[in-house]
């Protein structure tokens, strides 16, 4: 049997597209997280990493902030929490129940971008957008070619003295450019959703 041909990992982003800035994307949420959720930031961030999977960042983020509100209000709302849980996608269902009990969250993308928001910046995030950075097709993405990625990455980046976050951040931020799409930072998501709903109802009740 003919041996598959290993796939080259050439990084597809033009040093022109580059926005350094982005260095501080994990930091800078890590922080609004923590400024809004208090004691339960880490389980917001659990919460926001398994509902993340093909999902766009604002959207992202108001269903996390909605799980987070139903169930912190779960005494005084049960129907709320239940009907949000109800109308996950099945593969998000699996890893809220997860956070929710305290248990680490399963997947290697969600895994890796909850311990990036919780301030391990050594594990890197590999979605759709960085495996297009680098001519991945995503369904090619298996946990040995997952590992070869990370690792790539993470000696780029230590070679560059960046933290290999950091410059995931950075790569995604490029692609979703050179794609013709914004890039999205959870900070500038928020102040979006701030200004469409000054009185926080999609927190609260």
């Given at each position: ?72 209000n ?27 009990r ?9 895994s ?6 919780k ?5 890197v ?79 609260k009740?």
């Amino acid at each position: 049997m003919a041996k598959s041909k290993r796939i080259r990992l050439r990084l597809r982003v033009k040093p022109s597209e580059i926005d350094y800035s982005a260095l501080t994307w994990y930091p800078d949420a890590t922080k609004l997280i923590q400024d809004l959720y208090g004691d339960n930031w880490r389980l917001f961030v659990d919460l926001l990493a398994s509902t993340s999977p093909r999902m766009h960042v604002k959207k992202n983020w108001r269903i996390a902030a909605n799980l987070m509100s139903a169930y912190l209000n779960r005494t005084d709302r049960p129907d709320r929490f239940g009907d949000l849980l109800q109308s996950l996608m099945p593969t998000h269902l699996i890893n809220v129940l997860r956070s929710i009990r305290g248990v680490p969250i399963h997947g290697p993308k969600v895994s890796r971008f909850a311990e990036n928001l919780k301030g391990n910046l050594d594990a890197v995030t590999i979605d759709v957008w960085i495996c297009q950075a680098y001519g991945i097709p995503h369904k090619s993405l298996t946990p040995k070619l997952y590992a070869r990625l990370e690792k790539r990455i993470q000696t780029d980046a230590y070679r560059a003295h960046a933290t290999p976050a950091g410059l995931q951040a950075v790569i995604w931020y490029a692609i979703r450019r050179a794609s013709g799409l914004r890039d999205r930072s959870f900070a500038s998501v928020y102040r979006e959703i701030f200004c469409e709903t000054p009185s926080f109802s999609f927190m609260k009740d």
